[in-house]
């Protein structure tokens, strides 16, 4: 069984920054994706960046030069660094992963999600 364990969220001031972890186990799939969504009240969830097996990256505009996501094979981590952070970064942040090589925002690619890590940006 695939289980996805975030960890790492908090307050943080805005222009600060924050290191998302996704610790993802029991994946089998040579080829697989495993994405960061974030979904802020009352918002729909979005797709902030996504990784591929082959090290592929992917980024959503509103992060594109300072997010960072990055993983460590050995262990099936996968990293979110969040730099610069903003008050709209405020969201309950999922990470996701799915049987694909290719990054996708398509949420039906994803089989397995976690249970999420807020992250809150003051102002």
């Not at 089998?28 to 082959?54: H, L, M």
């Not at 610069?84 to 290719?102: H, Q, V």
């Amino acid at each position: 069984q695939v289980q996805l364990v975030e960890s790492g969220g908090g307050l943080v001031q805005t222009g600060g920054s924050l290191r998302l972890s996704c610790a993802a186990s029991g994946i089998t799939s040579g080829n697989y994706i495993i994405g960061w969504f974030r979904q802020a009240p009352g918002k729909e969830r979005e797709g902030v960046s996504c990784i591929s097996s082959d090290g592929s990256t992917d980024y959503g505009d509103s992060v594109k030069g300072r997010f960072t996501i990055s993983k460590v094979n050995a262990k099936n981590t996968v990293f979110l660094e969040m730099n610069n952070l903003k008050p709209e970064d405020t969201a309950l942040y999922y990470c996701a992963t799915g049987p694909w090589l290719i990054c996708t925002w398509y949420e039906g690619h994803y089989d397995y999600w976690g249970q999420g890590t807020q992250v809150t940006v003051s102002s």
